[in-house]
């Protein structure tokens, strides 16, 4: 099976900073796509960011500029820099990676989401 395990969640004043981590482990044959979404209360989940295995970046429009998504291939990890952050940044933060875990067989992989909360 395949873990994936998140950190870097917390409570920043706005204007702070935050950086999450995501890594990937198990039975990897190898990892296209990574991204991070995010889910406030009552609200959708929606794409904040994502980067191919070549470091091809796509951002959502509310955070570019402010954050930067990122990836160590060697650790199969993704992290995501959030600079600036907004009360509108607070929500769940969940990781995605498409892993393919033998030759021609993937599967969207999930983290089990780590809170973000901007506030004074």
């Known amino acids: 099976q395949v873990q994936v395990v998140e950190s870097g969640g917390g409570l920043v004043q706005p204007g702070g900073s935050l950086r999450l981590s995501c890594a990937v482990s198990g039975s990897i044959f190898s990892i296209t796509t990574m991204g991070w979404y995010r889910q406030a209360p009552g609200k959708q989940r929606d794409l904040v960011a994502d980067i191919t295995s070549g470091g091809i970046t796509n951002y959502a429009d509310s955070v570019k500029g402010r954050f930067t998504i990122s990836r160590d291939n060697a650790k199969n990890t993704v992290y995501l820099q959030m600079n600036s952050l907004k009360p509108e940044d607070t929500a769940v933060y969940y990781c995605?990676?498409?892993?393919?875990?033998?030759?021609?067989?993937?599967?969207?992989?999930w983290g089990q989401g780590t809170q973000v909360t901007v506030s004074s």
């Open positions: 995605n990676a498409n892993v393919y875990y033998r030759y021609r067989y993937n599967m969207d992989c």
